[in-house]
T-cell receptor
Framework: NAGVTQTPKFRVLKTGQSMTLLCAQD?????MYWYRQDPGMGLRLIHYSVGEGTTAKGEVPDGYNVSRLKKQNFLLGLESAAPSQTSVYFC???????????FGDGTRLSIL | DQQVKQNSPSLSVQEGRISILNCDYT??????FLWYKKYPAEGPTFLIS?????DKNEDGRFTVFLNKSAKHLSLHIVPSQPGDSAVYFC????????????FGKGTTLSVSS
């Protein structure tokens, strides 16, 4: 009963390093999303995908790239990490565009 | 500019009483509203939703009320239980315009026994 799985759960990076966050879902959902949550803020959409091979920008896309090569996976990349990208990142998926989204447990990323 | 506002960062309620969490929105195009609950170190979980064609939706102890003219919705939890202590996020979207979910900043509910 995995649902949405995010790896890693924690990571510390130095400024300028790159990394990829992985999101995997086993519910055969078409739609997948990446959010970030900062203290005192709600969830803000970074990028999303409406199906395999598609991606689109959300509210705060700068500094991030994504790929959806397989339906069950959605990757979030940071090419050159900056301290402003220190945050908790959540991945979500949904069966339809406006259906309830199912979230992973988050990746806590610190950039020094 | 915030399109979805949860003006109360926190709320404290005694076990057995009613919890009322409020949410205001500014975009009149929003026609679908959801509430999510989030425990520490976990992702948000979907709680309840309401479409703009309704003014009330109920699911067990949880009821969401929508006042379109006031652009306001509220989540009522009756009776409140200690396990309800969590952060509650309100979210909204506009089907016609195809917008993604917009989340409020959340309200932390503490239910004391």
């Amino acid at each position: 009963n995995a649902g949405v799985t995010q790896t890693p759960k924690f990571r510390v990076l130095k400024t300028g390093q790159s990394m990829t966050l992985l999101c995997a879902q086993d519910m055969n959902h078409e739609y997948m999303y990446w959010y970030r949550q900062d203290p005192g803020m709600g969830l803000r959409l970074i990028h999303y995908s409406v199906g395999e091979g598609t991606t689109a920008k959300g509210e705060v896309p700068d500094g991030y790239n994504v790929s959806r090569l397989k339906k069950q996976n959605f990757l979030l990349g940071l090419e050159s990490a900056a301290p402003s990208q220190t945050s908790v990142y959540f991945c979500a998926s949904s069966s339809g565009q406006f259906g309830p989204q199912h979230f992973g447990d988050g990746t806590r990323l610190s950039i020094l | 500019d915030q399109q979805v506002k949860q003006n109360s960062p926190s709320l404290s309620v005694q076990e057995g009483r009613i919890s009322i969490l409020n949410c205001d929105y500014t975009n009149s195009m929003f026609d679908y509203f959801l509430w999510y609950k989030k425990y520490p170190a976990e992702g948000p979980t979907f709680l309840i939703s309401i479409s703009s064609i309704k003014d009330k939706n109920e699911d067990g102890r949880f009821t969401v009320f929508l006042n379109k003219s006031a652009k306001h919705l509220s989540l009522h939890i009756v009776p409140s239980q200690p396990g309800d202590s969590a952060v509650y996020f309100c979210a909204a979207s506009a089907h016609q315009a195809g917008t993604a979910l917009i989340f409020g900043k959340g309200t932390t509910l503490s239910v004391s026994s």
